[in-house]
Every structure is written in C-alpha cells, then in structure tokens.
C-alpha cells in the first residue's frame, strides 16, 4: 500500500526558515518523481515544486523559485522541502504527492495527509 | 504559465441530477488533464486522468472529456457523497497549474 506522510510544518515568523518533510512506503521511491502541492486556507490548490526520481531534475512554481529547494533522500524514502524567507502568503497546508514516472509528468494518484505551515509574527 | 479557467466556480444541484463542470486552458494541453476531488480537510483524490480516464475506482458515473483547450467533468446521477469542490489540473507543461475548484452543493 502506497503511503506518504509530511511533517515539519508549524508556526515561523516572516523571513523564517522551515523544512518539510514526507517519509513514503510501498513503492520504488527512486524510481518516482515526487511533487509538493500546497493550499492556502479557503482557497484552490497550487502547485509548489517537483523533483525528478534520481533528483537530478526539480521544477518550481515562480512564486517560491529561490526561496523553496525540494530535495529526496533515497536511502531513507523521505522527500523534503526546504523552505526559506517565508513569507505571510506562503501559509498553507503543504500536500506531498506522487508522481505516476520518474520524470515528473502526469498526475499525482497518491497524496500524503498534509502538513500546516503558518508564517506570521 | 498555462492558466486554467473553471467554471462555474460554484454549482447546486439536486441528489440524481447531472451537473458539468468546465476548464479552459489559456493554451493547448492536448489531453494532459487530471480532475480531483477534495472535502474539507481531506487532500485531493484523483478522478480522471489524461482527460477521460477514469481512475481505478472511481465510479462510473464520472466522465471527462475535451481535448486541446476546453475540457469537461461530468457527474450523472449525483449521490451525496458527490457534493465537494472539484479541480482540473493540467500536466502538459511546468508549472503544472490548477483550476481555481468548483464547488458543488446540494440544493
């Protein structure tokens, strides 16, 4: 059974730094690109970021680019999502999700649980 | 960036009634198109996928369809557990751009 499960979320102030992270199981997590997916309160989703299955690809919303790095670690199944120079917009729920290849296209099938981030002094 | 239009933004329908929900993107995707679900507090869930696939277990009664710029989502016969927020998703290019939802209430 596929699973991913995030953490590190909570509360920083403007200009604060966080890392994500989503410990996943059963699958192949080297073989699978991986995305960050986040949700404002009240509002749709957005895409965040997305990184390749061997790590060597990542893809950024223009929103986060130089600020966000999505990184994995395969020995240890876990994805993460440093997250730096928060700002009061960037509080969401963070959704991780899996990609269908290891390349990063298609839909995401599984998704983790979330994980809350709020920026606010 | 691809920008994807959803309308309407809110629907209310009657349980058994069929309701269709529109995405238009800014530029052709061909049919790299995904639509999910998602209740409050729950994450999304996958229906279709490459704009009229349906998902392994999902019911019938959802449909997709639409290539290029203008897509659908179509519930036939609606059942309580159908009343949510849906999103289109497309896929063709990174970003990978959400609809802004549809929600969908009972009348």
């Known amino acids: 059974e596929v699973q991913l499960l995030e953490s590190g979320g909570g509360l920083v102030q403007p200009g604060g730094s966080l890392r994500l992270s989503c410990v996943v199981s059963?699958?192949?997590?080297?073989?699978?690109?991986m995305s960050w997916v986040r949700q404002a309160p009240g509002k749709g989703l957005e895409w965040v970021s997305a990184?390749?299955?061997?790590?060597?690809?990542?893809y950024y919303a223009d929103s986060v680019k130089g600020r966000f790095t999505v990184s994995k670690d395969n020995s240890n199944n876990t994805l993460y999502l440093q997250m730096n120079s928060l700002r009061a917009e960037d509080t969401a729920v963070y959704y991780c999700?899996?990609?269908?290849?290891?390349?990063?296209?298609?839909?995401?099938?599984?998704w983790g649980l979330g994980t809350q981030v709020t920026v606010s002094s | 960036d691809i920008q994807m239009t959803q309308s309407p933004s809110t629907a209310s329908a009657f349980v058994g009634d069929r309701v269709t929900i529109t995405c238009r993107a800014s530029?052709?995707?061909?049919?790299?198109l995904a639509w999910f679900q998602q209740k409050p507090g729950k994450a999304p869930s996958l229906l279709i996928f490459?704009?009229?696939t349906l998902e392994t277990g999902v019911p019938p009664r959802f449909s997709g369809g639409g290539y290029g710029t203008e897509f659908t989502l179509t519930i036939t016969s609606l059942q309580p557990d159908d009343f949510a927020t849906y999103f289109c998703?497309?896929?063709?290019?990174?970003?990978?751009?959400f609809g802004q939802g549809t929600k969908l209430e009972i009348k």
């Open positions: 490459d704009a009229s």
């Open positions: 998703q497309q896929y063709h290019g990174y970003p990978f751009t």
């Open positions: 990184l390749s299955g061997n790590g060597a690809t990542t």
């Open positions: 059963g699958f192949s997590f080297s073989n699978y690109a």
């Open positions: 999700a899996k990609n269908p290849d290891s390349y990063g296209s298609g839909s995401s099938q599984y």
């Open positions: 530029q052709s995707i061909t049919n790299w």
